[in-house]
């Protein structure tokens, strides 16, 4: 299991557990051999934010979950992908496993590539980034931006299209996220 948090936009840090005694030793060796070991202003920095944490993640979460609501009744949105809703294949194995919340990322479709990139360009609370967020809202498009480099056909062929949009919601007020977002499509 992976863990590891960049809310604050200032530091990432993580944890590795394993019950496997053999990769417990190759982590071990390959964190000795590289030295990776954070400095204390990163630790400080870890455990300032891990104070507010859950504040942060609970806010993304339900910021996340009625952006998503709010995409699936919009015209321009093809398909919305969130598994906090109830029309997602996976929603009740999400439901049983995230016990309610479903994390602060958001995909969905728009008609075509220049669509994604016309809504990109309109975006004004949404920064546009390739990162997974933080407690700012971010947006990206995977076809230009971080699925760039790969094939168009190995691309379509996993699902990315180019009117795919990723959103990274953060802790700013929903209203003003969704009036950004209707602003954008419109």
Not at 25 to 48: K, T, Y
Not at 93 to 106: D, S
Request: charged content about 25%.
């Amino acid at each position: 299991d992976v863990c590891s948090s960049d809310l604050h936009t200032d530091v990432l840090g993580g944890t590795v557990l394993t019950s496997d005694d053999a990769l417990e030793e190759r982590i071990r060796f390959h964190q000795n051999a590289v030295g990776a070991v954070p400095s204390p202003f990163d630790c400080w920095l870890l455990l300032r934010g891990l104070k507010t944490l859950q504040l942060r993640v609970l806010r993304q979460c339900d910021n996340a979950l009625a952006i998503a609501r709010w995409l699936e009744g919009q015209d321009a949105v093809t398909q919305v992908y969130y598994p906090g809703l109830e029309s997602n294949p996976g929603h009740a194995l999400a439901r049983r496993q995230m016990g309610g919340r479903y994390g602060g990322v958001v995909s969905f479709e728009v008609s075509t590539g220049e669509a994604a990139r016309s809504f990109l360009e309109r975006l004004r609370v949404f920064t546009l980034a390739e990162s997974l967020g933080a407690v700012e809202s971010l947006a990206e498009s995977p076809a230009i931006m971080t699925h760039a480099s790969i094939p168009e056909e190995i691309r379509t062929r996993v699902g990315v299209s180019d009117g795919l949009l990723r959103l990274s919601v953060g802790i700013e007020d929903v209203d003003d996220l969704v009036a950004d977002l209707e602003q954008a499509l419109a």
